[in-house]
């Protein structure tokens, strides 16, 4: 199947046509979509290494003395330190790569060809407000899980779509939580399943990349990664095919207004007639018939003039 054959849905898509064509376009350009996530992989694999040496040898002393306990509050410190520095390298990586690859998508479906490096220089452009939309919805939705865990779920359904609202539709970050939102209303359920299946397939091909990856010995790290980036592009492929799914039942919903203009009648474009002017006769001043050539009074004839 061609790439231009995809093109945008031109109905609203169940939630299993939206995974089965994120599949089948991830299928079809499978070296694009899985080369950034397998860069980022091996990024953030270089950094975490390169963190962990400064990290403070673990040395744990034969009595539990006034010296262990300051060595264990500085070794914490350090501790949460790196571990905080690489959650946010690992989410703006990952905050990239999720752009990159939904610009990219978006680009195949509406152009029929698009480029990694375009991709990756307007997802630079955008990476402020992505950063700062992807801040809020994980606050609430951490908020969220803490309150019961069901406002949590919600949340992440309600703010799914930031990431395809800002790439293609170029909005800011509290913009996009709004377009999110309304784009999202009357199909929670819907989003709520897509979102679900998504676990459910990343998860199940994690597991078995996992097991697989234990048999590689040293090398695991290496086919572990190369595992993830396999699975992760199906995330944003299929956030892209709700988007526009969204979208297409939007403007199904929206009816123009039809009227019929009212015709108004065109002026004639002949001048009214002008009635001639009443003649006299010449002799006695006797009112003339319109075409007479004698005067009923003397009964004398009447030139007319000309």
């Not at 350090?78 to 990952?94: D, E, K, M, R, Y």
Request: hydrophobic share 50%; charged share 15%.
């Amino acid at each position: 199947m061609e790439i231009l054959s995809l093109g945008k849905p031109p109905r609203v898509l169940s939630a299993a046509e939206i995974i089965d064509r994120s599949f089948s376009l991830y299928s079809q350009r499978l070296l694009e979509f899985f080369a950034p996530f397998f860069l980022a992989g091996i990024l953030y694999g270089l950094i975490r290494h390169v963190t962990g040496l400064f990290l403070p040898p673990v040395i744990l002393p034969q009595k539990l003395n006034e010296r262990f306990f300051e060595w264990l509050m500085s070794y914490l410190g350090v501790l949460v330190g790196a571990t905080s520095a690489l959650g946010i390298t690992f989410w703006i990586i990952s905050t990239i790569v999720s752009g990159i690859v939904t610009k990219y998508a978006s680009d195949l479906l509406e152009k029929g060809d698009s480029s990694l490096t375009a991709a990756f220089n307007f997802t630079i452009h955008k990476l402020a407000p992505l950063l700062v939309a992807g801040l809020i919805s994980g606050v609430l939705m951490i908020l969220g899980v803490i309150c019961f865990i069901v406002p949590g779920i919600i949340v992440a359904v309600m703010f799914s779509l930031i990431v395809p609202v800002i790439i293609i539709e170029d909005r800011g970050a509290f913009e996009s939580l709004e377009r999110s939102r309304r784009l999202v209303d009357k199909s929670w359920w819907k989003t709520f399943t897509v979102l679900l299946l998504i676990l459910l397939v990343t998860g199940l091909l994690s597991i078995i990349g996992e097991s697989v990856s234990i048999f590689f010995g040293p090398f695991g790290d290496v086919a572990s990664t190369l595992v993830a980036a396999l699975i992760q592009p199906i995330y944003p492929l299929a956030l892209t095919y709700l988007y526009y799914s969204m979208c297409t039942k939007e403007e199904k919903l929206i009816q123009p207004i039809s009227y019929k203009p009212t015709v108004m009648p065109m002026p004639s474009a002949q001048p009214p007639a002008v009635p001639e002017p009443p003649r006299f006769c010449i002799y006695c001043g006797q009112e003339l018939p319109a075409d007479s050539a004698f005067c009923p009074n003397c009964g004398k004839r009447i030139r007319r003039s000309s």
